[in-house]
C-alpha cells in the first residue's frame, strides 16, 4: 500500500479520539482569508447602508455565525479526518451543504449589497439573470446534480487522486445549499419570493436525492469508492461499514436537517400575519379579494386592505356561506 504522508487529506493522522477531535486543528489559510472576505465585506455595505438598512442585528449575527462555522468545519478535525474517514467525509457534507447556507441566507446577504454596495450591484442583484439563478428551480437542480454527481460517480476516487479537488467540493457544496435555500428560506428584498406553501412542498421534494443517495450506499455490497476507501489509515473502520455508516447519515442526517427547516419556516408562516397573507401565492391572494369585495360590497382594492382575521373579513366570509347555503336550498 502506499505511503499515507503521501496521501491527500490522511498523512500523520492518528486514531480519532475525543481528545484529537477537539485539538486537531488546521489555520488552512485560504480559506481563512476567503471568510475575512466575505465578513468584511459584508459588514462594510450594513454599515454602508446604515439607519435605512432593512437587515436587522439578528440576521447579521447569523451571517457572521455562517462564516465562522465555515472555516469551522474545513479547519478543525471534521475537515482534517474526512478523507480518513468516510462518515466524517458525510459530517462535513451536511455542515457545508445545509447548516452553513441556512445560516448565510437567513443573513439577507443580497440584500445588504443592495443597499450598501454600488448603485450598479443592486441593478445586477435586482436583473432577470439574477432572479433565474436564484430560482427554486435552479436550486433544486443544482442541489441534486452536486448530491449525485459527488457520490455515485467517480469523484470520490478522483479527488482522493487530487486533493486540490476536495477544495472545489467544499466551495461546490456551500454554492449548491445557498441556491437551494436563498428563495426557501430567504425573504431577499432584490428578487420576488415564491409562496411559502411552494417553498415548504419544495424543501420537501430536495429530500428526495439525499434520501436516494443515503439508500444506495447504506445497502452498497460492494466499496463504491476503492482508491478513496484503499488509502484509509490502518486504524479507520471497515470499509463497508465507513459507507454504510456515511449512507445512514446521509439519509437521516439530510432528510432531518431539511425537515428541521420545513418546521422552522411553518412556524415562522403561523406566528406572522404578513407571511400567512403569502401562504399560497399571489393567485389564490386575488381570489380572496375577489371573494371579500362581492360579499361585503366592497372593490377588490379596498378588500386587500382588509385583515383576513378582521371582524369585517368574517362578516364578509359568513355572508357568503349564508347565500351558498340559500343558492343550495333554492337548487330542485
Known amino acids: 500500500m502506499p505511503d499515507m504522508s503521501e496521501m491527500p487529506g490522511t498523512g500523520g493522522l ?9 485539538g486537531t486543528w488546521d489555520i488552512h489559510l485560504g480559506w481563512l482569508i476567503g471568510a475575512v472576505v ?10 454602508a447602508a446604515g439607519a435605512s438598512s432593512t437587515v436587522r442585528t439578528w440576521r447579521v449575527a447569523s451571517f ?11 479547519s478543525s478535525a471534521i475537515g482534517a479526518y474526512a ?14 451543504i445545509m447548516v452553513v447556507p441556512a445560516l448565510l441566507v437567513l443573513g439577507h446577504p443580497l440584500t ?22 436564484t430560482h427554486q428551480v435552479t436550486g433544486v437542480v443544482v442541489y441534486t446534480v452536486v448530491i449525485v454527481g459527488t457520490h455515485l460517480t467517480g469523484f470520490m476516487d478522483a479527488m ?26 430567504g425573504e431577499e428584498s432584490v428578487r420576488a419570493n415564491p409562496p ?12 428526495i436525492p439525499d434520501t436516494i443517495v443515503g439508500i444506495v450506499l447504506l445497502q ?20 463497508l461499514s465507513d459507507v454504510h455508516t456515511a449512507g445512514g447519515l446521509m439519509w437521516a442526517g439530510g432528510d432531518g436537517l431539511m425537515m428541521f427547516i420545513a418546521v422552522g419556516l411553518m412556524i415562522s408562516v403561523i406566528t406572522s400575519p404578513g407571511r400567512r397573507l403569502k401562504m399560497t401565492g399571489a393567485w389564490l391572494d386575488g381570489a380572496r379579494r375577489a371573494a371579500l369585495a362581492a360579499h361585503s360590497g366592497g372593490s377588490d382594492d379596498a378588500a386587500a386592505d382588509v385583515d383576513p382575521d378582521s371582524d369585517e373579513a368574517h362578516d364578509a366570509y359568513n355572508r357568503m356561506l349564508a347565500q351558498l347555503r340559500e343558492r343550495e336550498r333554492g337548487r330542485p
Do not use: K, N
Open 14 to 22: 492518528e486514531p480519532l479520539t475525543w481528545g484529537r477531535f477537539f
Open 112 to 133: 445588504v449589497l443592495a443597499e450598501g454596495g454600488p448603485p450598479v450591484v443592486g441593478r445586477v442583484l435586482r436583473s432577470r439573470a439574477t432572479w433565474l439563478l
Open 38 to 47: 466575505l465578513l468584511v465585506g459584508y459588514l462594510l455595505a450594513w454599515s
Open 160 to 185: 482522493a487522486r487530487h486533493g486540490w479537488l476536495m477544495w472545489g467540493e467544499q466551495i461546490l457544496y456551500v454554492v449548491a445549499g445557498w441556491l437551494l435555500l436563498t428563495p426557501l428560506i
Open 64 to 74: 457572521v455565525t455562517g462564516v465562522v462555522l465555515l472555516w469551522v468545519t474545513v
Open 83 to 96: 478523507m480518513a474517514l468516510f462518515w466524517m467525509h458525510m459530517v462535513m457534507h451536511l455542515l457545508l
Open 196 to 207: 411559502y406553501l411552494l417553498r415548504i412542498l419544495v424543501l420537501v421534494a430536495a429530500m
Open 220 to 239: 452498497a455490497g460492494t466499496v463504491p469508492f476503492p482508491v478513496l476507501m484503499g488509502r484509509r489509515p490502518s486504524w479507520a473502520l471497515d470499509a
